[in-house]
């Protein structure tokens, strides 16, 4: 077998790799990577599908009513109160300051949790999580607290630029303890546990009968879908709080997650497309939508492209040498073996192999390795 020949079938593989890996990074394959996605958490995951998310914004006249420029404990007593009464099976807050208890006497039993930036610590302390932060975690500045009834975790919107996974902090440390954040309260609250009950490692949360894996910086990656989350106003909550109590019926709210954030009403919210997501919690609704469905997930490192170049340069130089069917065999089981790693890797550390990089780059190997065999490439 010729030298040359089979170099350049390793490097072209190669190269086809990195640049499907960088396609891949901007978004080209997003819709057969979602796909691959779902069928992998659909094959994976043993646990239900978590409570939509309904999101109450805060707007103008809603403030003007409560004769404030923005949201107050008192507001947060309100909302707790209307939420409570319609059935919610938690609540969160963006950015509540003060005496918390008013509001969590207006909850009853419901779950309480809220979301802070991580510029801005909130005064009683992020609520420490049980167990040991993983030492890549980010430090969060301000002191950690004791654990409530309101449990306060940061707030950061998710990161990335068009197309492509996104990426959105879950976990951090305050010193030697592990702090939540507003996502990781919003899964336990969604899950019917105490605080108390989700502890943390150096490979992500765990609680009573699920985790959500981390990568060694405490984030994880998602795609972003169509997401099933409600915006309202809170003027919208009050009347449909009052139209309950009136007429009775099945609680409009009942199973839901409701989160009250502030709007940001200089921003123009409305797209061609619909809404578009401005504030920070409205662009964290998206990473609830992949929290609920089980697509959190982690992408494997620079390696793989060569690993994948590898195999598909294998294939090309043996199965597909010998004929047409045994290129197509050949497929078939590079595909089996693809799916079956690809699940194995999915449940046991939450990695989503490429699927566009993967595939594209095995047929390619293929295709290359038969049509170099019938025009005398790779003979001696």
């Given at each position: 077998m010729k030298r040359p020949p089979v170099l350049f079938l390793l490097a072209g593989l190669a190269v086809l790799a990195f640049w499907l890996q960088r396609e891949s990074a901007r978004g080209t394959f997003d819709l057969i990577q979602r796909g691959f996605l779902c069928w992998l958490a659909a094959n994976t995951s043993a646990t239900k599908v978590l409570p939509p998310l309904t999101l109450v914004l805060y707007d103008e006249e809603a403030s003007e009513l409560a004769g404030t420029g923005r949201m107050a404990m008192l507001d947060g007593a309100l909302f707790a109160r209307a939420v409570w009464r319609l059935g919610a099976l938690g609540a969160g807050v963006e950015g509540l300051t003060g005496d918390p208890t008013r509001m969590v006497e207006a909850a009853g039993r419901m779950p309480l949790f809220g979301g802070y930036e991580v510029s801005a610590a909130p005064g009683s302390g992020w609520t420490p999580l049980p167990g040991v932060p993983g030492p890549g975690w980010p430090e969060m500045m301000g002191l950690v607290g004791r654990p409530a009834r309101l449990a306060r975790g940061f707030l950061t919107a998710p990161v990335g630029v068009?197309?492509?996974?996104?990426?959105?902090?879950?976990?951090?440390?305050?010193?030697?303890?592990?702090?939540?954040?507003?996502?990781?309260?919003?899964?336990?609250?969604?899950?019917?546990?105490?605080?108390?009950?989700?502890?943390?490692?150096?490979?992500?949360?765990?609680?009573?009968?699920?985790?959500?894996?981390?990568?060694?910086?405490?984030?994880?990656?998602?795609?972003?879908?169509?997401?099933?989350?409600?915006?309202?106003?809170?003027?919208?909550?009050?009347?449909?709080?009052?139209?309950?109590?009136?007429?009775?019926?099945?609680?409009?709210?009942?199973?839901?997650?409701?989160?009250?954030?502030?709007?940001?009403?200089?921003?123009?919210?409305?797209?061609?497309?619909?809404?578009?997501?401005?504030?920070?919690?409205?662009?964290?609704?998206?990473?609830?939508?992949?929290?609920?469905?089980?697509?959190?997930?982690?992408?494997?490192?620079?390696?793989?492209?060569?690993?994948?170049?590898?195999?598909?340069?294998?294939?090309?130089?043996?199965?597909?040498?010998?004929?047409?069917?045994g290129a197509l065999l050949a497929g078939f089981f590079a595909l089996l073996v693809f799916a079956l790693i690809g699940l194995a890797l999915f449940a046991s550390g939450r990695v989503a192999l490429p699927a566009a990089l993967t595939l594209l780059t095995l047929a390619a190997g293929l295709i290359i390795g038969r049509k170099g065999e019938q025009s005398g490439w790779f003979r001696p």
């Open positions: 068009g197309g492509g996974a996104k990426s959105i902090q879950v976990a951090a440390r305050n010193a030697d303890r592990a702090v939540p954040s507003f996502l990781a309260l919003a899964w336990a609250a969604a899950q019917g546990w105490r605080w108390s009950e989700v502890t943390a490692d150096s490979s992500g949360l765990r609680g009573p009968s699920g985790q959500l894996m981390l990568d060694q910086t405490g984030a994880a990656q998602f795609l972003p879908a169509a997401s099933a989350t409600t915006v309202t106003t809170m003027t919208e909550l009050f009347v449909l709080a009052e139209k309950f109590e009136r007429e009775g019926g099945v609680a409009p709210l009942r199973g839901h997650l409701v989160v009250l954030a502030q709007a940001t009403s200089e921003v123009t919210r409305v797209v061609e497309e619909g809404f578009e997501p401005v504030t920070p919690v409205e662009q964290w609704a998206s990473a609830w939508e992949a929290v609920r469905t089980n697509r959190l997930f982690h992408s494997p490192g620079w390696w793989y492209p060569l690993v994948v170049a590898v195999v598909a340069g294998l294939l090309g130089l043996g199965p597909a040498r010998r004929s047409n069917g």
